[in-house]
């Protein structure tokens, strides 16, 4: 079991330019999170998907973010016109199911992302 | 709001002695508690977790948590803690399976030799 997959694993942009980060997460887990880890802000939710499906983005901030999962065995998230607040580590788990002793989150070690 | 608070950001402890890391929980109901552990550069690994019924529970490496529901605290102790236990930990919660968790700022735990 390779555990969550997350890539790249640093990722260096230009003020302006679009990011897109990649989750995959370990086989057969249905439910995909996204977490942003700041020094100021620390940990914080952005969006969760459940068999593919979007069941909450109340992190996620309105302009410029944006989550897909296409299949099962991946997840993106997009940054566009990424600014200099952005920069953070982006943090991706994924968890069996949503029933006790399924929902444990297994974290990916993450994406490192600079903007400059 | 929903929120968690560790209230100390370091802390300092010498190879064999005791640990005890502080968190408490602002909800509306009891939410479902966890620890996880941070090495450096490296993603997050659930330590234990609380659902409800024994208030003690065990976790991985000789870690335990006790909850209080009239404290609103689920603190995190080890006995005999270990170089390799130098980490940061961060204590969450959330309110039902698979949801969204929240964590408290995290403790940065360094152990002397």
């Known amino acids: 079991n390779a555990g969550v997959i997350q890539t790249p694993r640093h990722k260096v942009t230009g003020k302006g330019q679009e990011a897109t980060l990649w989750c995959e997460p370990i086989s057969g887990h249905s439910a995909v999170f996204w977490y942003r880890q700041t020094i100021v802000q620390g940990l914080e939710f952005l969006t969760y998907f459940r068999n593919q499906a979007p069941i909450d983005d109340s992190g996620m901030p309105k302009e410029r973010f944006s989550a897909q999962m296409p299949n099962q065995s991946h997840s993106t998230l997009k940054i566009q016109s990424t600014q200099p607040q952005d920069s953070a580590v982006y943090l991706c788990?994924?968890?069996?199911?949503?029933?006790?002793?399924?929902?444990?989150?297994?974290f990916g070690p993450g994406t490192r992302l600079l903007v400059l | 709001a929903q929120s968690v608070t560790q209230p100390d950001a370091r802390v300092t402890v010498s190879e064999g002695a005791s640990l005890q890391l502080r968190c408490k929980y602002s909800?509306?109901?009891?939410?479902?508690l966890f620890w996880y552990v941070q090495y450096q550069r490296q993603g997050l690994q659930l330590l234990l977790k609380y659902y409800s019924g024994d208030p003690v529970v065990q976790g991985v490496n000789g870690f335990e948590a006790e909850f209080s529901k009239s404290d609103s605290s689920f603190h995190l102790r080890k006995a005999s803690v270990h170089w390799s236990d130098s980490a940061v930990y961060f204590c969450?919660?959330?309110?039902?399976?698979?949801?969204?968790?929240?964590f408290g700022s995290g403790t940065k735990v360094i152990v002397l030799p």
């Open positions: 969450a919660a959330s309110m039902g399976f698979a949801s969204a968790l929240t």
């Open positions: 909800y509306s109901g009891t939410p479902y």
């Open positions: 788990a994924s968890s069996l199911g949503p029933f006790m002793d399924q929902d444990t989150q297994y």
